[in-house]
């Protein structure tokens, strides 16, 4: 079993930046690939960025050279920092985890809360 918990959601104006955390307990998170998903209301649960167990990382189109996954295993955390954000990038973020990368959230087992992130015009 993995628990996760996000935070770091907040309110910001466009342009601005936010750092969302994923925090894991239960299991150590390095052995464990971790996506950021987000959602808005009456819509999919979309992918938005992934971290492999190695490291490697794959993001959606639309937040490539603004947004970057990385983990610290230290912390036993996942971390998605986003600059430059945008009104469309108005949504909850959930993390989520299972054993090899993936960007479909049907294959995830493990998943957090979600975190609320507003971006304003």
């Known amino acids: 079993q993995v628990q996760l918990v996000e935070s770091g959601g907040g309110l910001v104006q466009a342009g601005d930046s936010l750092k969302l955390s994923c925090a894991a307990s239960g299991r150590t998170v390095s052995s464990y690939a971790i996506s950021w998903f987000r959602q808005t209301p009456g819509k999919e649960r979309d992918f938005v960025a992934a971290?492999?167990?190695?490291?490697?990382?794959n993001y959606r189109d639309s937040v490539k050279g603004r947004f970057t996954i990385f983990r610290d295993n230290t912390k036993n955390a996942v971390y998605l920092q986003m600059i430059s954000l945008k009104p469309e990038d108005t949504a909850v973020y959930y993390c989520a985890a299972r054993r090899g990368i993936s960007s479909r959230p049907l294959e995830y087992e493990y998943w957090g809360q979600g975190t609320q992130v507003t971006v304003s015009s």
């Open positions: 971290i492999s167990s190695s490291g490697g990382t």
